[in-house]
């Protein structure tokens, strides 16, 4: 029984004229009357008594008519949820958050995301940014929010959320609080807070390599494993750490933001693999480049070709 057979026969049902069905489906009236007689065929039974001057449903015809009903909702349902998925109105969305990734536009965008499409499942994780890019590149995460220093995450796209560069964060009691800028071979001497190097390893490294040209290695005073306690300990007077210059979002009273000279870029990017990206994925992205349009942060999408 095919699905042309089951709407030819509701029409018929509906019109009971074989001439009124035919404009109704907008084919032949001699295909409508091809057609019942092959679905009389396959289901063994006449569903129609048919005279010159009338049409009339018979007792199987008359039993038919509800299941072929339901069927014909119940495919119309799929269909439409079918078309909602394809959309990214339905479905789900697995999004990755580093540490700074959490201090950009996308949680706003998150917020708008869930009240234009409450029907999507939204999954956020939060893992270093060499455990997003993993994840990313092995299908168990969507979009990633990363530290970016490079233009290439083959075979991963990208598209800059934050533009950003590294800055000293200081105590407002050190002698440095009250320097515009200062050059980076002036922190030789100085105790270092990191965060621990794997929640972003890309920072870590870019900064260390940064400071290798200056003549030094950083004096790693303390590992720590969340930002605001990063803070806390350099309010404090412990030592120094160098961050993105977003991190001051957290408006932490006890400490200063410094400029480093030369100047090292820290962007956030997000970053997902372009033939696993979901239509829920797309959807977001979309809402986020409308997000990045109408403020400050942002910039150009890029990935490996």
Known sequence: MELRHVRTFLALVEELHFGRAA???????????QTIRALEEDVGAQLFARTKRSVALTPAGRELVGPARRAIDELERAAAAARRASAGDTGQLVLGLS???SLTAVPRVVAKF?????????????RSSAELLEAIRDG???????PAFKDEFAPL???I???????????????????ASIDLKELAEEPFIFLEQAREPEIRLRFWRRCAEAGFAPKVLLEIEQLDALLAFVAAGVGIACAPSFVGQLHHRGIVAVRLRPAMRAHISAVWHPKR????GQRFLELLRVELAG???GGGEHGAK
Do not use: Y
């Not at 869930?114 to 939060?126: G, K, M, T, W, Y």
């Not at 168990?140 to 990363?146: E, F, K, P, Y």
């Not at 959320?161 to 320097?179: I, T």
């Open 114 to 126: 869930q009240r234009e499409r409450p029907h999507v499942h939204l999954h956020i994780q939060s």
């Open 295 to 297: 403020g400050a942060a």
């Open 277 to 280: 990206l979901p239509a829920t």
């Open 140 to 146: 168990q995460c969507d979009i990633g929010l990363v």
């Open 99 to 101: 540490l700074s990734g």
């Open 23 to 33: 404009r109704r489906l907008r084919v032949a009236q001699s295909a409508v009357s």
């Open 161 to 179: 959320v934050q533009n950003a560069v590294l800055v000293a964060f200081v105590s407002k009691r050190h002698a440095l609080a009250k320097r």
């Open 157 to 159: 796209a990208a598209q």
